[in-house]
Structure formats: structure tokens, C-alpha cells
């Protein structure tokens, strides 16, 4: 199994620019999480889908943010216009029942 | 705020030696698992004890918990330099969502 992928791994834009980052989780799994990673707040969750519905969106900072999860092996998340405050290391992961989550290597995006 | 807190913040030990990390947490749990992440890496998932159990053992990781006083330790054993990494407990707070809360971590160190 190829594990959870994300793409791209490094992002680097402007302020004011769409960013969309990719996930494909663990084919099987059933629930999907982003989270977001600084030094400042830790290990945020952002939201998460359960059979692709969106069940939790509570952590989403704010209407800039989007994520969707048209089918059962993929996700995005938007940041729609991006700010230098988003820059931050962006994890998706993946679980099948209700236990083990299984993390993606992230995409470490730099707002400029 | 984040559920799980964990101390130290920072540890630094020689190899060979035994490490342990702490975790407090707020709210009643389903249960509490502990996550490594390798700088730069996604979070890799190591173990998962219950609100029920007491104690768990995963070859050298040694995990307890004590719902009374709403703590968890994860020891390590005999450590080698590839255990550096920094290490977060995250609980899940139940409701069937399997919603995790993650602390900010301890980083450990384990010098050759």
C-alpha cells in the first residue's frame, strides 16, 4: 500500500494566490482529516469527512478555506486568497473504523 | 486549546538509556494514542491504549494511563539514535467521530 499522498510536497507563493493542495488516502479508509502544523498553535485539526460528507468543519480558520471530497480516493483543500499567516506544514490523513490514523508526509506551503 | 499537554517540552538522553514523556489531558477520553514525527516527516502512529486499560506494551514502548488523574507516560527503552523525533499524544474524546486532539509534543533527542 502506498500510504496517504499528498501533493504538491513544497509550495511556495504569493500572497493573494490560489493554493490547492491534494490528498489521496489509503484506499479502504473511510474518513479523511487535514490538519495544519506551525510552531506556534501545534497540530491543528481543520476538518474531516466521513464517506466523503464533511462532518466537522469547526477548525477551518476562516471563509478563505475550502475543502472538498468529490469521491472516496481524493480531497482538496483551497486557500483562496492565500496570506503569509497560512504558511504552515498542511497533513492529510486517513482511517478506516474509528482508531489508527494513518498521515500523509504533508506539503509545506510558504506564503509569501 | 489543545486537550493533551505534554512534558517535558524537550528531553536529551544518551543512548541506551530510557526515556519518558508525559501527557496530561481535560475531558474524559475513548482513548489516547501516541504518534512519532520524524523532522520534516508526516506523524507515524505507535500506540493506542483505552479509557479501560491501564497499561501497553509495543516492543520497547511502554505506554500507561490513569484515567483519575487524566495523565498517560509513554516510556522508551533502551533508546538509539533513530528514536530522535518528537512525540505527541492525541486523544479521541469519542461520540463515534474518532476525533483526535493532539498536545504540542515532546521532542526527544538521543545522542550516539
Known amino acids: 500500500d502506498a500510504g496517504v499522498i499528498q501533493s504538491p510536497r513544497h509550495e511556495v507563493t504569493e500572497m493573494g494566490q490560489e493554493v490547492t493542495l491534494r490528498c489521496k488516502p489509503i484506499?479502504?479508509?473511510?474518513?479523511l482529516f487535514w490538519y495544519r502544523q506551525t510552531m506556534m498553535r501545534g497540530l491543528e485539526l481543520l476538518i474531516y469527512?466521513?464517506?466523503?460528507?464533511?462532518?466537522?468543519d469547526s477548525g477551518m480558520p476562516e471563509d478563505r478555506f475550502s475543502a472538498k471530497m468529490p469521491n472516496a480516493s481524493f480531497s482538496t483543500l483551497k486557500i483562496q486568497p492565500s496570506e503569509p499567516r497560512d504558511s504552515a506544514v498542511y497533513f492529510c490523513?486517513?482511517?478506516?473504523?474509528?482508531?489508527?490514523?494513518?498521515f500523509g508526509p504533508g506539503t509545506r506551503l510558504l506564503v509569501l | 486549546s489543545q486537550q493533551g499537554e505534554e512534558d517535558p517540552q524537550a528531553l536529551s538522553i544518551q543512548e541506551g538509556e530510557n526515556a519518558t514523556m508525559n501527557c496530561s489531558y481535560k475531558?474524559?477520553?475513548?482513548?489516547l494514542q501516541w504518534y512519532r514525527q520524524n523532522s520534516g516527516r508526516g506523524l507515524v502512529h505507535l500506540i493506542l491504549i483505552r479509557s479501560n486499560e491501564r497499561e501497553k506494551h509495543s516492543g520497547r514502548l511502554r505506554v500507561t494511563l490513569d484515567t483519575s488523574k487524566k495523565s498517560s507516560s509513554l516510556l522508551i527503552t533502551a533508546s538509539r539514535a533513530a528514536d530522535t523525533a518528537s512525540y505527541f499524544c492525541a486523544t479521541d474524546q469519542g461520540g463515534n467521530t474518532g476525533k483526535l486532539i493532539f498536545g504540542q509534543g515532546t521532542t526527544l533527542q538521543v545522542k550516539p
Open positions: 475531558t474524559s477520553i475513548n482513548n
Open positions: 490523513a486517513s482511517r478506516q473504523g474509528l482508531e489508527t490514523q494513518y
Open positions: 469527512f466521513n464517506n466523503n460528507v464533511p462532518i466537522d
Open positions: 484506499s479502504g479508509h473511510n474518513s
